[in-house]
């Protein structure tokens, strides 16, 4: 996988510099062509001879070193570069990268390259657990740099807590599965995410908790395996993965035509959005005044826009989510053969680990032709891998 791969190694200044050392040792090992950038800091630690004798590359410090080479360095490298790895990476180098600045060779290299950004922060755990670095991590992980949690263990400092840079085994074995093959290159696909809002008055509506976490992983996921993603999201909080086309929506009805709108050449519907079954018959104008003890609200139902693509399919690929507290099973088969799905990705959220707003998730994939599978408790971005594994060869089996 890393073979013949151009890596930089960015290092920044903590004592966890050690591990970067070992897993340069098992980038050169693995056949891939590392180049090192450390920090003014990371060289308090570890003298850059360490980093460029295990390399056989130079070692790069300066922003402004003319003596290096003739290229600009930051250009070269961050042109040059299939993967970024930052080992250790520390509060500081988060947040800058997080703000946008670039006032050393490392930040302005990472600004300036397109290729995909490992981080594997450490620090000691009170840092970690900082609102503002949270803030700035989370910023990172929506804007599609990848994050690998730092570990809970004894830190260096003294303290006990989350703060710890995994092995440098882990660390390889995340910088292999960032550079995963395009494997749907060529494939349009099209996510829908989050609740729908449903408007009673202009200060009320009728919606529900997701988050839109799950639809959102699955158009990042698929937008770095090559898949050209249109997002139709009603509102959440999130941001909207680099690279990806993104619909903002609020009613089930704005939504079912933003799909009916971009459904040309579309190959794949993944529908993981919670759509309003129900609205509201009447809009009042006015906001609405407390006055009888009792109110009754008349609904009236929205349309079901995965049914209805079901009943119109044109070859294409239609998956479904069926979020259930009860019966998991029969609803969600149900509901796979009702809408003529190929495959249905069903949840009890009342299961620990399985909520709407969590990062986790404990999932079955119902197949048309009669086969389930069960998963484990992962990721919600690891459950969006699974599933696009399942909708790649789903999407290989139609094509000519
Ligand atoms: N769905 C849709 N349009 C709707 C309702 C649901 O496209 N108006 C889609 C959802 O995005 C999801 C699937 O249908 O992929 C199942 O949604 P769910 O709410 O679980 O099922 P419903 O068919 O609405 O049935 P019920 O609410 O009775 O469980």
Not at 180 to 206: M, N, S
Not at 254 to 282: G, N, Q, T, W
Request: glycine residues 6%.
């Amino acid at each position: 996988m890393l073979q013949g791969k151009s890596i930089v190694l960015g290092v920044s200044g903590g004592i966890a510099v050690y591990k970067a050392i070992e897993l340069l040792r098992l980038l050169t090992k693995a056949g891939a062509d590392v180049h090192v950038i450390m920090t003014r800091n990371a060289r308090e630690f570890v003298a850059p001879l360490t980093f460029q004798t295990l390399s056989c590359n130079p070692v790069h410090t300066d922003l402004f070193d003319l003596s290096q080479e003739q290229e600009i360095d930051h250009i070269s490298l961050a042109d040059r570069a299939d993967l970024f790895i930052l080992v250790p990476a520390t509060a500081n180098l988060v947040g800058k990268i997080a703000q946008g600045l670039a006032d050393d060779l490392l930040t302005t290299t990472i600004m300036a390259t397109k290729a995909p950004v490992l981080i594997a922060p450490a620090m000691n755990s009170h840092m970690y657990e900082n609102r503002i670095y949270q803030r700035n991590q989370k910023c990172l992980d929506e804007l599609g740099y990848y994050i690998l949690e730092p570990v809970s263990g004894s830190l260096a400092c003294g303290w006990e807590g989350q703060g710890k840079l995994p092995d440098p085994a882990i660390i390889f074995a995340a910088a292999e599965s960032v550079l995963v093959p395009k494997d749907l290159l060529g494939c349009h696909l099209l996510v829908t995410a989050g609740p729908t809002q449903e408007e009673i008055d202009p200060v009320r509506y009728i919606s529900n908790y997701s988050s839109g976490k799950m639809g959102f992983a699955i158009a990042a996921a698929a937008q770095q395996r090559g898949a050209q993603v249109t997002l139709i999201a009603g509102p959440t909080n999130l941001t909207v993965p680099v690279g990806v086309h993104c619909v903002p929506v609020f009613s089930a009805a704005e939504m079912r035509s933003a799909v009916f709108d971009h459904l040309d050449d579309i190959d794949v519907v993944i529908k993981a959005a919670a759509v309003a079954d129900y609205r509201p018959v009447d809009r009042s104008v006015q906001k609405m005044k407390k006055t009888a003890d009792k109110l009754t609200l008349e609904l009236e139902k929205n349309s079901d826009i995965l049914a209805e693509l079901g009943q119109q399919k044109e070859g294409r690929i239609l998956i479904g989510f069926a979020a259930e507290t009860e019966r998991l099973l029969v609803h969600a088969a149900e509901k796979l053969q009702k809408k003529n799905l190929d495959l249905i990705v069903a949840n009890d959220i009342t299961r620990e680990g399985a909520g709407f707003d969590g990062d986790t998730n404990v999932v079955k994939f119902l197949h048309a032709d009669g086969r389930v599978e069960e998963l484990e408790l992962m990721r919600k971005k690891e459950v969006a891998q699974q599933l696009l594994d399942r909708v790649m060869v789903l999407w290989k089996t139609k094509q000519p």
